[in-house]
């Protein structure tokens, strides 16, 4: 029963994350024909923007490759115990996800300590 409920809430988690890529590579998208974005890199608030959201783009991707990699190891595994069977070769490929977790942790440690925040709106002008 536990294997069921990691395989569906690593598939529910893999959904949202790639909905919320989507939305990243929309928002891209949207503010590339606004801004008139001709393909240099400004020191503007536009292209923090546009940068942060390529970074967010990136990580929602890792995390829907590794939630996917994850509810395939969980049904390798279930599947292997129903049958009484050996997890076979592919065992340690998905051990390997545990790599993928960990870079992909220390990914979103740089995004959020190093990388600056969104900046969205103009000045405030205080009259």
């Excluded at 995390?63 to 129903?82: G, K, L, R, W």
């Excluded at 009484?84 to 300590?113: H, M, Q, R, W």
Aim: a neutral charge.
């Amino acid at each position: 029963m536990n294997k069921l409920i990691a395989i569906g809430v690593a598939c529910t988690v893999a959904v949202i994350t790639l909905y919320l890529k989507l939305s990243a590579m929309k928002f891209i998208k949207a503010h590339e024909v606004n801004d008139g974005y001709n393909g240099e890199e400004g020191e503007s608030d536009k292209s923090f923007n546009r940068l942060t959201c390529y970074h967010m783009q990136h990580i929602f991707w890792l995390m829907f490759i590794y939630q996917c990699m994850f509810a395939i190891d969980q049904t390798n595994e279930m599947v292997s115990q129903m049958m009484g069977l050996d997890k076979g070769a592919l065992s340690p490929f998905f051990e390997l996800n545990t790599l993928c977790g960990l870079g992909l942790s220390g990914y979103i440690t740089y995004f959020i300590v190093a990388m600056k925040h969104l900046k969205f709106g103009g000045e405030k002008k205080t009259a």
